[in-house]
């Protein structure tokens, strides 16, 4: 009995012990790259979408070693492309009225640098003309920052566009004098000044995310009256948008809505999402005002690529108009980069794909400061680790066998169960 007491204790104190740390060793990860730096100093390198497939979650077990025997890994950062300032951001609309024949107002903006302007007015098929000026303050004289056709074109079949694109500006105010009238073929409408119901400032183009190429294909069919592209997108694999390419010689008009569907390989089609957008294009001169509207691509966060393989769908509805002659589409994922202090331009390897190690901490990253230089490091293509060799699994028996534990311990009461059965038929009555 008291063996069987020692042997549970055992096991419990064994599994109980604190797991030992996992070091990185560069034979045990399963695939390499090398890494050329552009100079010494801050170098970045752009992360493709193989290197998500193959690395560990998150990217956690990236190491980067300069191409010497026993020298320690190179510190370095993550970034992820995202806009510098801040979200889009109301702009409050003052002194709303008439002047001239026209719809004017003021636009008192954030306090940074904008390039566009959205407007949100009330209505449908019709077309604008707003005039632009800066200024430093209401009612004083500005710079002209130009004019710009706004429309709703609903009956037409096309699209609607209410956002004004502007130079870089900085201007506290924007003054808006605003011609409104009805689209041709559409029924005449009088427009007042309760049109504009608000305004919203995107951050500046400056500032927008960048993308890089997560997949794309051009094997693109017809299903009745939609157009439908469909993608095996491996695991870990970022998507944050679809972006549609067409023929440099096509040149029509066009509206069409577009919805992205996912869901994990192996599960089904229901149990995944879907994600609803539009693309168009405007290009015409309608009431003697010159339109030239584009959006290619829908903006698509997918969930189910996250740790397992997914079957992505992308669907464009036709409606009765011909089908658009799309060239490929592309899932696109926000730019992510390697950035690391190099000494000089000689090359580094870059390891991944041992799933034991755990997230490295490095000073360098939580200092890391993008605002100078940085120039652009050089990536080579994926290969296997030649000396390439499983990790060993060193932990105790407990931690890869926990059932152990459970079964001595279950052992061990049914024995006293039984001791304790077998006694009480030796109790005197």
């Known amino acids: 009995m008291r063996c069987l007491f020692l042997a549970a204790l055992l096991l419990w104190q064994t599994g109980a012990r604190p797991a030992s740390v996992v070091e990185p060793v560069p034979q045990y990860f399963r695939y390499q790259r090398s890494v050329v730096p552009a100079g010494s100093g801050l170098n970045c390198a752009v992360i493709d979408a193989a290197m998500f497939e193959h690395a560990a979650t998150s990217l956690k077990d990236i190491r980067l070693y300069p191409q010497t025997v026993g020298a320690r890994d190179v510190p370095y950062a993550v970034t992820l492309s995202e806009p510098e300032q801040p979200d889009t951001q109301p702009a409050g609309v003052l002194n709303l009225g008439m002047r001239n024949g026209a719809i004017a107002f003021d636009l008192a903006m954030p306090d940074r640098p904008y390039t566009t302007v959205a407007l949100d007015l009330a209505g449908r098929d019709f077309i604008a003309t707003a005039t632009v000026t800066g200024v430093s303050s209401p009612g004083a004289t500005g710079t002209r920052l130009g004019q710009f056709t706004l429309f709703d074109l609903a009956s037409q079949h096309l699209s609607r566009s209410t956002t004004l694109p502007l130079e870089e500006s900085s201007f506290p105010y924007l003054h808006i004098e605003m011609k409104v009238s009805s689209a041709p073929r559409s029924a005449p409408v009088r427009y007042t000044p309760q049109i504009v119901l608000g305004a919203r400032v995107p951050p500046s183009r400056e500032a927008q995310t960048v993308y890089a190429l997560a997949a794309e294909t051009s094997a693109v069919v017809q299903r009745g009256r939609q157009t439908v592209a469909v993608f095996s997108l491996p695991q870990r694999v970022p998507v944050e948008r679809v972006t549609f390419v067409l023929p440099p010689g096509f040149s029509s008009n066009f509206s069409r809505n577009v919805t992205v569907t996912d869901h994990a390989v192996g599960t089904s089609p229901s149990s995944g999402e879907t994600i609803d957008g539009s693309i168009m294009r405007v ?33 464009v509805d036709n409606g009765d108009d011909r089908p658009l002659p799309i ?10 980069r390697l950035c690391f202090d190099a000494a000089s331009t000689v090359a580094l390897t870059l390891f991944y794909g041992d799933a034991a190690l755990p997230a490295p901490q ?20 994926e290969q296997q680790n030649p000396v390439y060799i499983s990790r060993p ?17 279950l052992v061990v009461i049914c024995v006293l169960a039984i001791i304790a059965l077998r006694s009480t038929r030796h109790i005197p009555r």
């Open 283 to 315: 290009q015409m001169t309608q009431a003697g005002r010159e339109i030239r509207q584009q959006s290619l691509s829908v903006p698509a966060t997918l969930g189910s690529n996250l740790q397992s393989a997914a079957e992505v769908e992308v669907t």
């Open 327 to 336: 060239k490929s589409v592309r899932l696109e994922m926000r730019e992510r």
């Open 362 to 381: 490095y000073d360098f990253a939580r200092t890391l400061s993008l605002d100078g230089m940085i120039q652009v490091a050089r990536v080579g293509a």
């Open 393 to 409: 699994d060193t932990r105790a028996a407990t931690e890869r066998h926990p059932e152990l534990v459970w079964i001595v311990f």
